[in-house]
C-alpha cells in the first residue's frame, strides 16, 4: 500500500490522541462550570451582561496573552511538556473556588487564575502536536486534537445539566464535581505523553530577540492579523448562554446549549483539519467568517429556543471550519525552534481583540440588546471578509 493510499487517521502518532484526550477531560471540567457560569453570576450573583463580557473577555484574553511567555519559555526551554503539566494543573485546582466564590470579584479570580492555567499549557501544547505530527498530516492532527477537546466541551455541559436536574439547580454541587475530571487530565498527561527528542541548534537564545523574531516573516505575521480579526468578530460565547436564557429555557436546561454548539464542533473539526491539508486556506477562512454572519443573523432574528439553537450550531460549523484551520497555519509558517513563540504570538493579539469584543458586546446588549448585539457581529464579519479578499495572499499558503 502507498503512503498516499494510507488514511491520514492511521497516520496520526499516539501522542496525538493523548493530548487530545488530555484536552477532552479538561474541558469538560471547565465547561460543567462555564456553561453556568453566565447564569450563575446574573441570577445568583446579581451581574449585568457587561460585567459578564468584561469577565469573560479579560479571563479569556488573559489565556490567550500568557501563552507568548509559556510558547517563547517552550522554545527557550527545548522542552513542551512540564509546561502543559504546569498549566493543566494550575486549571484544576482553580476549580473550587469557583463552588466557594460568594462574589463577583472572587469569579473574576477564579476565572483568571483558571486562564493563565490554559494560557500556560496552550502554546507549548500546539507546538508539541506540531512537533510530533507528520508534516503531511499536521491539519488532521490539529483537527483530531480539536475534535477530543470540543467531545469534553459538549459532554461537561450534558454532564451539568444531569447534575442541576438532580441536584435542584444547585450550582455549587456541580462545580465541586468538575473538579475531578481536571485532575484526571493532569494524571495523563503526566504519566501519558513522553516529548520527542529535539535535537539542539546550538547556544538557546531569547526567542523574543529581535533577530528571532525577524525570522517569523511575512506570512506568518499575515497568519497573526488574521487571528485578531478573526477574534474581533466573534465575542465570548457567553452571550450564547444569555440568548437562550432570554428564550425561556428553564436554568438547569441552558447547558444543551453549549451541548449542541460543541456537538457540531466536535463533528467537523476533524474532518475540516483533514480538508484544510487539501484546500486553499484563505478559501476555509473566507467560508467560516460566512458561517459566522449566518449564525449571528439568525441568533439577532428571535429568541425562540428553537431559533436559538440553530444559531449556536451555525456557530458550531464556523469554530471547526477556523479554529484548527489558524492553529495549522501557524505552524505551517513558523520555524519549527520558534512555534512556541509563534503561537504565543498569535494568541496575544487575538486576546487583546476577544478583550475589546467580549467588553463591547457586553456594553451593545446591556444598551441595545441582543439583537442589535449579534447584528453588530454580523457587520464586523463582513468588514472581515472584505479585508480577508483584499489582503490575502496566496503565496503564503499552501493551496492544494
Known amino acids: 500500500m502507498t503512503k498516499s493510499a494510507i488514511s491520514p487517521l492511521?497516520?496520526?502518532?499516539?501522542?496525538?490522541?493523548v493530548l487530545g484526550f488530555v484536552s477532552m477531560?479538561?474541558?469538560?471540567?471547565?465547561?460543567?462550570?462555564?456553561?453556568?457560569l453566565p447564569l450563575f453570576m446574573v441570577s445568583v450573583l446579581g451581574a449585568s451582561a457587561f460585567s459578564v463580557g468584561l469577565i469573560e473577555g479579560l479571563a479569556e484574553s488573559?489565556?490567550?496573552?500568557?501563552?507568548?511567555?509559556?510558547?517563547?519559555?517552550?522554545?527557550?526551554?527545548?522542552?513542551?511538556?512540564?509546561?502543559?503539566?504546569?498549566?493543566?494543573?494550575?486549571?484544576?485546582?482553580?476549580k473550587p473556588l469557583f463552588a466557594l466564590a460568594p462574589s463577583l470579584g472572587i469569579v473574576l479570580a477564579a476565572r483568571l487564575l483558571d486562564r493563565v492555567g490554559k494560557?500556560?499549557?496552550?502554546?507549548?501544547?500546539?507546538?508539541?502536536?506540531?512537533?510530533?505530527?507528520?508534516?503531511?498530516?499536521?491539519?488532521?492532527?490539529?483537527?483530531?486534537?480539536?475534535?477530543?477537546?470540543?467531545?469534553?466541551?459538549?459532554?461537561?455541559?450534558l454532564l451539568a445539566v444531569g447534575l442541576m436536574l438532580l441536584w435542584a439547580n444547585d450550582f455549587r454541587a456541580v462545580f465541586w464535581v468538575a473538579?475531578?475530571?481536571?485532575?484526571?487530565a493532569v494524571a495523563l498527561l503526566l504519566f501519558g505523553i513522553r516529548e520527542p527528542e529535539r535535537q539542539e541548534q546550538g547556544k538557546r537564545s531569547n526567542p523574543i530577540r529581535r533577530a528571532n523574531l525577524t525570522r517569523l516573516g511575512a506570512p506568518y505575521w499575515w497568519v497573526v492579523g488574521i487571528g485578531a480579526v478573526f477574534s474581533l468578530a466573534r465575542f465570548s460565547e457567553a452571550f450564547l448562554v444569555l440568548r437562550a436564557q432570554?428564550?425561556?429555557?428553564?436554568?438547569?436546561?441552558?447547558?444543551?446549549?453549549?451541548?449542541?454548539?460543541?456537538?457540531?464542533?466536535?463533528?467537523?473539526?476533524?474532518?475540516?483539519?483533514?480538508?484544510?491539508?487539501?484546500?486553499?486556506?484563505?478559501?476555509?477562512?473566507?467560508?467560516?467568517?460566512?458561517?459566522?454572519?449566518?449564525?449571528?443573523?439568525?441568533l439577532a432574528s428571535n429568541e425562540h429556543w428553537a431559533v436559538v439553537i440553530a444559531g449556536v450550531a451555525l456557530w458550531g460549523v464556523h469554530m471547526g471550519i477556523t479554529q484548527g484551520l489558524l492553529a495549522t497555519m501557524v505552524a505551517d509558517t513558523a520555524p519549527a525552534d520558534l512555534r512556541g513563540t509563534a503561537y504565543g504570538f498569535f494568541n496575544l493579539m487575538s486576546g487583546i481583540a476577544i478583550l475589546v469584543a467580549s467588553g463591547v458586546a457586553g456594553l451593545l446588549w446591556d444598551h441595545f440588546g441582543a439583537?442589535?448585539?449579534?447584528?453588530?457581529?454580523?457587520?464586523?464579519?463582513?468588514?472581515?471578509?472584505?479585508?480577508?479578499?483584499?489582503?490575502?495572499?496566496?503565496a503564503a499558503f499552501r493551496t492544494r
Not at 477531560?25 to 453556568?36: A, R, V
Not at 517563547?72 to 502543559?84: F, I, M, N, P
Not at 457540531?264 to 467560508?287: C, F, Q
Open 371 to 394: 439583537s442589535f448585539t449579534f447584528h453588530a457581529g454580523a457587520a464586523f464579519c463582513l468588514v472581515a471578509l472584505a479585508g480577508l479578499a483584499w489582503r490575502a495572499k496566496p
Open 10 to 17: 492511521s497516520q496520526i502518532p499516539a501522542g496525538v490522541w
Open 246 to 298: 432570554q428564550g425561556g429555557i428553564p436554568a438547569a436546561l441552558v447547558p444543551l446549549v453549549m451541548v449542541a454548539m460543541n456537538l457540531i464542533y466536535a463533528v467537523s473539526a476533524y474532518p475540516l483539519g483533514k480538508l484544510s491539508d487539501r484546500m486553499s486556506h484563505t478559501r476555509l477562512l473566507a467560508l467560516g467568517l460566512l458561517v459566522l454572519i449566518a449564525a449571528d443573523l439568525v
Open 119 to 157: 494560557g500556560i499549557r496552550g502554546a507549548p501544547r500546539d507546538a508539541l502536536v506540531a512537533d510530533i505530527a507528520p508534516p503531511q498530516v499536521r491539519g488532521a492532527a490539529f483537527g483530531l486534537r480539536q475534535a477530543l477537546d470540543t467531545v469534553g466541551a459538549f459532554l461537561g455541559p
Open 179 to 184: 473538579v475531578i475530571p481536571g485532575l484526571m
Open 62 to 94: 488573559t489565556a490567550l496573552i500568557v501563552k507568548v511567555f509559556s510558547g517563547a519559555l517552550s522554545d527557550y526551554l527545548g522542552r513542551r511538556k512540564g509546561l502543559a503539566v504546569f498549566g493543566y494543573a494550575l486549571g484544576a485546582l482553580t
Open 25 to 36: 477531560l479538561m474541558d469538560i471540567s471547565s465547561e460543567m462550570i462555564h456553561s453556568l
